[in-house]
Nanobody, 115 residues
Framework: QVQLVESGGGLVQAGGSLRLSCAASGNIFSITVMGWYRQGPGKQRELVALINSGGATNYADSVKGRVTISRDNAKNTVYLQMNSLKPEDTAVYYC?????????RGQGTQVTVSS
């Protein structure tokens, strides 16, 4: 199994920045893809960004140009740098990983962007 622990959420004004971190532990050698999803109030969960073990990335259109996902394999950590934040980015952000056997999700971290 894999455990994921997110950190870095908080309250920020529109136009500001936040960096989320997600530390993985457990059977980390089976992880292939890591990423972030989010669920805003009254909204369905949506993909934010993914990164695979080779470093290839994928972003939601709504965050392209404002968000960067990166991965430190030595620290078993994935980061989400979010810039130019908008009120519509307000959501609970969940770290997610795909292993050779299953998918795992963290407990989530709240990001609130005030206008």
């Amino acid at each position: 199994q894999v455990q994921l622990v997110e950190s870095g959420g908080g309250l920020v004004q529109a136009g500001g920045s936040l960096r989320l971190s997600c530390a993985a532990s457990g059977n980390i050698f089976s992880i292939t893809v890591m990423g972030w999803y989010r669920q805003g109030p009254g909204k369905q969960r949506e993909l934010v960004a993914l990164i695979n073990s080779g470093g290839a990335t994928n972003y939601a259109d709504s965050v392209k140009g404002r968000v960067t996902i990166s991965r430190d394999n030595a620290k078993n950590t994935v980061y989400l740098q979010m810039n130019s934040l908008k009120p519509e980015d307000t959501a609970v952000y969940y770290c997610h990983c795909i292993t050779t056997r299953s998918n795992y999700r963290g407990q989530g971290t709240q990001v609130t962007v005030s206008s």
